[in-house]
C-alpha cells in the first residue's frame, strides 16, 4: 500500500511505504514459518510474526465442544470447558520459546531437519491459569512422578522409514511433576492479550517457561498423571540429547533451553561505514536462570566488551540488548555475541556433539564490511 504525501497547498505526492516484515516459510505442509529476527525490534513478537512450529496440521477445535481431560494418579479424575477453565484465577507469563532446532542451519556437517536459522524463536505474554492449580483440583497422588500433556493434532511419523508409525500418533510430551507444578508453568488460552489463534494452539496450550518448545504442547485436550516415566515417540525418539557420566553415555530428554545471544541488526553482509556510531542489537536468552551480561566482539582489537542489557529483567522472557560501535578502519568484520545467565553459564564458541540436532546454542557470527567514508566535492566556477 502506497501513502499520499502533502507537499505543498494543493500538492500530493504518492510515496512507497517500508515493505513490512513477513514470516519465512521453512515448509508449507504441515506449516512451519520463522520469524524474521533481522527486523526485532519490541519486547513482544507480534502474533502474526510469531513463529509456528506443526509437526502435524493444526487441528480445527470448537471450542464448544472442546474438552480438557485430566486423569491417571489423580483422586478425582476432571472434564474442565473452555468457560471453566477460563473463570478460574488468571496469570500472565511473558516468557521465551525457542524451538530446540533453531539454528539448525549452522550445522557443519549438515543435520536433517526444517531448516531453521535464527528465527524460531519469539517472546510473548501469555495469559491462562496455572497447571499446579489443575492438578491440584483433581488430587495428584503420592505415587506421582510426571505429567503427560497431550496435543489434539496427530500424524504418522517416519514416512520414509522402516520404522514408520502403524497409524497417526498424537503429540505429546511429559514434564517431571516438580515442574508440572511449578510457577513456570501453565496452560494458556490467550496471547499478547489476544485468544490463541489456530497455529498457536487454540483453545489453550503449555507454557512451559525456560524449556525448549517442544515441551509447550499446542491444542491440549488430555493431561495424564503418571507414575512412571514416559517414553512415547517424542520423548524418547525425538527432541533428545546424548548425557555423558560415568560409564557409556544415555540419552535423555531435551529440557531447558541453552543460553544464548543473537544479533539482530547489523544483519550478514551489511555495508557499515569507517567513523560512524553503528547500533549492535539483538536479544539473549536461556533457561530458568535469567540473563546477566551479554557480550560483544567487533575483531578491532579490544576483545570482549559489555553490551547494555534493555529493559527490566523478566526471569523467564529474552533480553533484549545493544553495543555502539565506531568502527575506524575500513576492512572485513566477524561481529559476535555471547550471553552470560545467573548461574554462570556461557554460550560456547563451537557448537557440541551431544545435541544431535539441537540446542545450536555457539557463537554464530555476523560478518559485515567497513568501507569509507564518502567524499564530497564541491564545484569550482571561474568567473
Not at 508449507?28 to 514459518?33: A, H
Not at 524474521?36 to 513478537?45: E, K, R, V, Y
Not at 563451537?350 to 566535492?377: G, K
Request: aromatic letters at 10%; hydrophobic letters at 40%; charged letters at 25%.
Amino acid at each position: 500500500m502506497d501513502t499520499e504525501v502533502v507537499l505543498l497547498e494543493g500538492e500530493t505526492r504518492t510515496m512507497p511505504t517500508p515493505e513490512q516484515p513477513s514470516l519465512i516459510v521453512r515448509q508449507k505442509s504441515p506449516q512451519n514459518t520463522e520469524f524474521p529476527f533481522a527486523s526485532l525490534s519490541d519486547l513482544l513478537i507480534p502474533t502474526e510474526l510469531f513463529f509456528v512450529r506443526n509437526h502435524f496440521p493444526s487441528p480445527d477445535l470448537d471450542a464448544r465442544d472442546w474438552r480438557l481431560r485430566v486423569d491417571g494418579a489423580v483422586a478425582r479424575p476432571l472434564e474442565l470447558d473452555l468457560d471453566s477453565i477460563k473463570a478460574m484465577r488468571s496469570t500472565t507469563l511473558t516468557a521465551v520459546v525457542e524451538c530446540a532446532g533453531n539454528g539448525r542451519v549452522y550445522y557443519v556437517p549438515p543435520k536433517e531437519g526444517l531448516q531453521w536459522q535464527n528465527g524460531a524463536v519469539g517472546n510473548a505474554a501469555w495469559t491462562g491459569v496455572l497447571l499446579s492449580e489443575i492438578l491440584e483440583m483433581a488430587g495428584v497422588k503420592p505415587n506421582a512422578r510426571e505429567v503427560l500433556l497431550v496435543g489434539a493434532d496427530s500424524g504418522v511419523v517416519d514416512t520414509n522409514k522402516k520404522t514408520a508409525s502403524p497409524g497417526p500418533i498424537a503429540f505429546a510430551r511429559s514434564l517431571p511433576l516438580e515442574k508440572a507444578m511449578a510457577h513456570s508453568t501453565i496452560l494458556a488460552h490467550s496471547m499478547n492479550e489476544e485468544p490463541l489463534t489456530r497455529d498457536h494452539g487454540y483453545p489453550l496450550r503449555a507454557v512451559v517457561g525456560g524449556w525448549f518448545g517442544m515441551a509447550w504442547v499446542k491444542w491440549i485436550t488430555h493431561i495424564t498423571v503418571l507414575e512412571q516415566p514416559f517414553l512415547g515417540y517424542w520423548q524418547a525418539r525425538e527432541y533428545f540429547r546424548w548425557e555423558r557420566n560415568l560409564g557409556e553415555p544415555s540419552l535423555v530428554p531435551l529440557t531447558e533451553m541453552e543460553v544464548k545471544a543473537q544479533i539482530a541488526r547489523p544483519v550478514q553482509g551489511a555495508r557499515l561505514i569507517a567513523g560512524q556510531p553503528y547500533r549492535i542489537f539483538g536479544a539473549a536468552w536461556g533457561g530458568e536462570a535469567a540473563i546477566r551480561q551479554v557480550q560483544v566482539c567487533t575483531e578491532d582489537g579490544s576483545g570482549w566488551r559489555e553490551a547494555s542489557l534493555l529493559e527490566k529483567e523478566r526471569p523467564l522472557a529474552w533480553r533484549l540488548w545493544e553495543y555502539m560501535w565506531t568502527p575506524e578502519k575500513v576492512g572485513q568484520y566477524k561481529l559476535r555475541c555471547r550471553a552470560i545467565d545467573a548461574a554462570g553459564r556461557v554460550q560456547p564458541d563451537q557448537q557440541r556433539s551431544d545435541f544431535e540436532s539441537y540446542a545450536a546454542n555457539w557463537i554464530v557470527p555476523v560478518e559485515v564490511t567497513v568501507v569509507p567514508e564518502p567524499q564530497t566535492y564541491e564545484e569550482e566556477f571561474v568567473i
